[in-house]
């Protein structure tokens, strides 16, 4: 039974331009959430996808888009890349949106880098 | 609103000893905690979690966390650290209804031979 995968494991982008990075939740699940998690600090809630609406956003811009698909798959994209945008990202996904009660799965992680 | 303050950025023990990750949290409601742990260019792995059941909670790895509402605290303990335990290892909070997780800055486990 495959985790949560995540594609591209790395990549390097200019500022400026736009990325897309790509979430499979584990078998099963249905909800897909994404957090960024810069250099030396916890992950930050981004926002989380259910039945392909965004539910709950955290305090991120409107650079910061997503996309939840009909097999629950999910796309971060993230436009007008800034230096500030290099991190690590975070999909997680569950079976139900709240956390008590469910056990989130988190992805290795797609590492962005902006020069 | 929820939050979570972890104590200590960085904690070195030896091999067989044991292990104290300090963590307090400041929430609203009813919450949920968590205890994460990331290993380097790993994802986070769930160490434990507290949702309102037994207050003294067992995860993998012989960990295991006691939750004190009285003194807003969840900390990590190990009876005996072993060198794979050396990580990045995150406490988490959630609020009942909340679906987002809230994580501490981190602490950093060395595991000194």
């Given amino acids: ?115 | 609103a929820q939050s979570v303050t972890q104590l200590d950025s960085h904690v070195s023990v030896s091999e067989g000893t044991p292990v104290l990750l300090r963590c307090n949290y400041s929430s609203s409601y009813s919450p949920s905690l968590f205890w994460y742990v990331q290993h380097p260019n790993k994802g986070l792995q769930l160490l434990l979690k507290y949702t309102s059941a037994a207050t003294l909670v067992k995860g993998i790895n012989g960990f295991e966390a006691e939750f004190k509402k009285s003194e807003t605290s969840f900390h990590l303990t190990k009876p005996s650290a072993h060198m794979s335990d050396a990580a990045e290892y995150f406490c988490v909070v959630s609020e009942t209804g909340r679906r987002a997780l809230t994580f501490g800055s981190g602490t950093r486990l060395q595991v000194q031979p």
């Fill in chain 1, 1 to 115: 039974d495959a985790g949560v995968t995540q594609s591209p494991t790395h990549l390097i982008k200019t500022r400026g331009q736009q990325v897309t990075l790509r979430c499979s939740p584990k078998s099963g699940h249905d909800t897909v959430s994404w957090y960024q998690q810069a250099l030396g600090q916890g992950p930050q809630f981004i926002f989380q996808y259910y039945e392909e609406e965004e539910r709950q956003r955290g305090n991120f811009p409107d650079r910061f888009s997503g996309h939840q698909f009909p097999n629950y798959s999910s796309e971060l994209n993230v436009n007008a890349l800034l230096l500030g945008d290099s991190a690590l990202y975070l999909c997680a996904s569950s079976r139900g949106q709240g956390a008590k009660g469910n056990t989130i799965y988190f992805g290795e992680g797609s590492w962005l880098t902006v020069v």
